[in-house]
T-cell receptor, first 116, second 114 residues
């Protein structure tokens, strides 16, 4: 299957700082990327959908000013958690899709964010 | 709207026993259905997917699932559990459309005892 690389795998930051998480499709062009958040022992909740070159579409309840998503190229999307607080600590996972029919989205390895 | 219900948040089996993880879906359009496995602090690994071809889908690591439209089910099975199968399993659905996000079930933790 296709490879999606997410970086960093773990990050610890202080409250009030911002953290950027990168999601790259290594061997295909990702017209659409998805960002999910997973709380401990819970399911993945979709945060936003981003299409290359356009603004991300956020799910209800997700603060777009806090979780900045950029999808400037067909191989890279970034999620920036701004002014992070301990309640933002979570596991964040991206997935990328080429948008072609009958294809699935491929997932990154996830990023464990801890805000102290 | 689409949704997925995984019955049983925790399933325990003995090594060598049958594994059955249940998933029921709700969809107003023909769905694509997936099963993923997740190990602690890792991303998701695709086990298998149903995309409107054969209703019995075989995946990796000996897992398979059968799409039953009449029962709106997509249960995951494996004839003989291994210790290495202990993990979190997620069923997911998406409409038969490109560029659409997956909707995940709440997950089932599989424990395997020796």
């Amino acid at each position: 299957g296709a490879v999606v690389s997410q970086h960093p795998s773990r990050v610890i930051c202080k409250s009030g700082t911002s953290v950027k998480i990168e999601c790259r499709s290594l061997d295909f062009q990702a017209t659409t990327m998805f960002w999910y958040r997973q709380f401990p022992k819970q399911s993945l909740m979709l945060m936003a959908t981003s299409n290359e070159g356009s603004k991300a579409t956020y799910e209800q309840g997700v603060e777009k000013d806090k979780f900045l998503i950029n999808h400037a190229s067909l191989t890279l999307s970034t999620l920036t958690v701004t002014s992070a607080h301990p309640e933002d600590s979570s596991f964040y996972i991206c997935s990328a899709s080429s948008g072609a029919a009958n294809t699935e989205a491929f997932f990154g390895q996830g990023t464990r964010l801890t805000v102290v | 709207a689409q949704s997925v219900t995984q019955l049983g948040s925790h399933v325990s089996v003995s090594e060598g026993a049958l594994v059955l993880l249940r998933c029921n879906y709700s969809s107003s359009v023909p769905p694509y259905l997936f099963w993923y496995v997740q190990y602690p602090n890792q991303g998701l690994q695709l086990l298998l997917k149903y995309t409107s071809a054969a209703t019995l889908v075989k995946g990796i690591n000996g897992f398979e699932a059968e799409f039953k439209k009449s029962e709106t089910s997509f249960h995951l099975t494996k004839p003989s559990a291994h210790m290495s199968d202990a993990a979190e399993y997620f069923c997911a659905v998406t409409p038969n459309q490109a560029g659409t996000a997956l909707i995940f079930g709440k997950g089932t933790t599989l424990s395997v005892s020796s």
